[in-house]
Nanobody, 123 residues
Framework: QVQLVESGGGLVQPGGSLRLSCVASGNIFSINVMGWSRQAPGKERELVARIRSDGSTYYADFVKGRFTISRDNAKNTVYLQMDSLKPDDTAVYYC?????????????????WGQGTLVTVSS
């Protein structure tokens, strides 16, 4: 009932920037947490950043000062601005959203993942 569409991945040189976007659509009543995780080849998926409905944010240590997460509640969209990219940032980046679906009277919870977008940092 809720779908995520990610965009913005691609190839960038070390030191460059990319901006990822993730749009949530469907039978949404409210969105609580929106976040980004990544998975590099041969490694486990790891949390990169998340932002709550009140605007509070969390960043993994390895991206602090380089990445910025933001959201547009009117558009059900979360962004990840990635600056000063390093080859170690190469991974598939996944968007994750949780909230409540618009099915009265229960307004049940949902938690969905996007299909992933590949970010490659290489010269």
């Amino acid at each position: 009932q809720v779908q995520l569409v990610e965009s913005g991945g691609g190839l960038v040189q070390p030191g460059g920037s990319l901006r990822l976007s993730c749009v949530a659509s469907g039978n949404i009543f409210s969105i609580n947490v929106m976040g980004w995780s990544r998975q590099a080849p041969g490694k486990e998926r790891e949390l990169v950043a998340r932002i709550r409905s009140d605007g509070s944010t969390y960043y993994a240590d390895f991206v602090k000062g380089r990445f910025t997460i933001s959201r547009d509640n009117a558009k059900n969209t979360v962004y990840l601005q990635m600056d000063s990219l390093k080859p170690d940032d190469t991974a598939v980046y996944y968007c994750n959203v949780n909230g409540r679906i618009a099915t009265p009277p229960d307004y049940g919870l949902f938690a969905v993942w996007g299909q992933g977008t590949l970010v490659t940092v290489s010269s």
